[in-house]
């Protein structure tokens, strides 16, 4: 089991940024999938971005283009890089892990995949 702690969320103004990190534990983050997630209050939790064991990256509609997600092997931490922020960006964000290998890369902005999470960092944007 992997142990997951998200750190970096607050409060910003719309077309800020914000760079969240997530600490691993119990595996290393290059031989585990892992994605970012968020969740706003009565919405279903949404995929945002992700990278494979194998480094594939993907991204999702909604946040392409302004979020970038990376990993430090050395620290073992994911991270996500969020520019031009809109209040609509607000939500819990949480961070996951699949350490499983061979599952089609198409499901890995899916919640259902991911056994690990962290508890998640609260990201406010206000216009």
């Known amino acids: 089991q992997v142990q997951l702690v998200e750190s970096g969320g607050g409060s910003v103004q719309a077309g800020g940024s914000l760079r969240l990190s997530c600490a691993a534990s119990?595996?290393?983050?290059?031989?585990?999938?892992m994605a970012w997630f968020r969740q706003a209050p009565g919405k279903e939790r949404e995929g945002l971005a992700a990278?494979?064991?194998?480094?594939?990256?993907r991204y999702a509609d909604t946040v392409m283009g302004r979020f970038t997600v990376s990993r430090d092997n050395a620290k073992n931490t994911l991270s996500l890089e969020m520019n031009s922020l809109k209040p609509e960006d607000t939500a819990m964000y949480y961070c996951?892990?699949?350490?499983?290998?061979?599952?089609?890369?198409?499901?890995?902005?899916?919640?259902?995949?991911?056994?690990?999470w962290g508890q998640g960092t609260q990201v406010t944007v206000s216009s």
């Open positions: 996951a892990a699949d350490p499983r290998r061979g599952l089609p890369i198409s499901s890995i902005l899916s919640a259902g995949r991911f056994g690990s």
């Open positions: 119990g595996s290393a983050v290059s031989s585990v999938s």
């Open positions: 990278i494979s064991n194998l480094g594939t990256v």
